[in-house]
């Protein structure tokens, strides 16, 4: 099946630092997201974003589907970004499965 | 409001005793699933469903079961609970019909304990 793989795993900064953080595919993709877990477990969707540009505030997002990776870049980073980043893909064989990577775990420290 | 909601939160069982954990959402969303989420391996897919009465393995089934009988609710179900189906169970939905369509929204999480 198609493996998702997520770098840096783990990542700290100071607070006000850029970060870019990246996934890896194996195979085409139906889609992409990237979803943010914050400290109390909870999963919020960033971006929908098979392909492109995206950008949201401080957040932006780019997928480069022919080279097979996403970046997901957060600028002036805070206190409240620290959690753990996913990206997850849909695999294009009309199966709907969704595969995570395992994230990367981002702590933002004061 | 729009949400996934899901219950228990939290439970703690023994090896053995069956149990459901419930899922519903208010957003009219076709897709659902269910994820398990451990230290180290991320979130793992154990099944979904497009619609009702259609339901799909993901790539974690084994021990679970699941019913989509109402378009608004997708629970999970352990027959026979082990210590290895201890974990963090997330559901989600979508409108699944494509493009931005496919953002999936997660309920709260429910963390199970077999013990």
């Known amino acids: 099946g198609i493996q998702v793989e997520q770098s840096p795993p783990d990542l700290i900064l100071q607070e006000g630092a850029n970060s870019t953080l990246r996934c890896n595919f194996s195979d085409s993709v139906n889609n992409l997201q990237w979803f943010h877990q914050n400290p109390w477990g909870q999963l919020i969707n960033l971006f929908y974003?098979?392909?492109g540009t995206k950008q949201n505030g401080r957040l932006s997002a780019t997928t480069v589907a022919t080279e097979r990776y996403s970046l997901l870049y957060i600028s002036s980073s805070q206190t409240t970004d620290s959690g753990v980043y996913f990206c997850?893909?849909?695999?294009?064989?009309?199966?709907?499965?969704?595969?995570f990577g395992k994230g990367t775990r981002l702590h933002i420290l004061p | 409001e729009a949400q996934v909601t899901q219950n228990p939160r939290y439970l703690i069982t023994v090896t053995g005793k069956k149990l459901t954990v419930t899922c519903s959402q208010n957003?009219?969303?076709?897709?659902m699933s269910w994820y398990r989420q451990d230290p180290g391996l991320g979130l793992r897919q154990i099944y979904y469903s497009m619609n009702v009465e259609v339901t799909d393995k993901g790539d974690v089934p084994e021990g679970y079961k699941v019913s989509r009988k109402e378009k608004r609710n997708f629970p999970l179900i352990l027959e026979s609970p082990s210590p290895n189906q201890t974990s963090l169970y997330f559901c989600?939905?979508?409108f699944g019909t494509g493009g931005e369509e496919e953002t999936q929204y997660f309920g709260p999480g429910t963390r199970l304990l077999v013990l």
């Open positions: 997850a893909v849909e695999a294009p064989w009309g199966d709907d499965k969704i595969i």
């Open positions: 957003m009219n969303h076709e897709y």
């Open positions: 974003i098979p392909s």
């Open positions: 989600a939905s979508s």
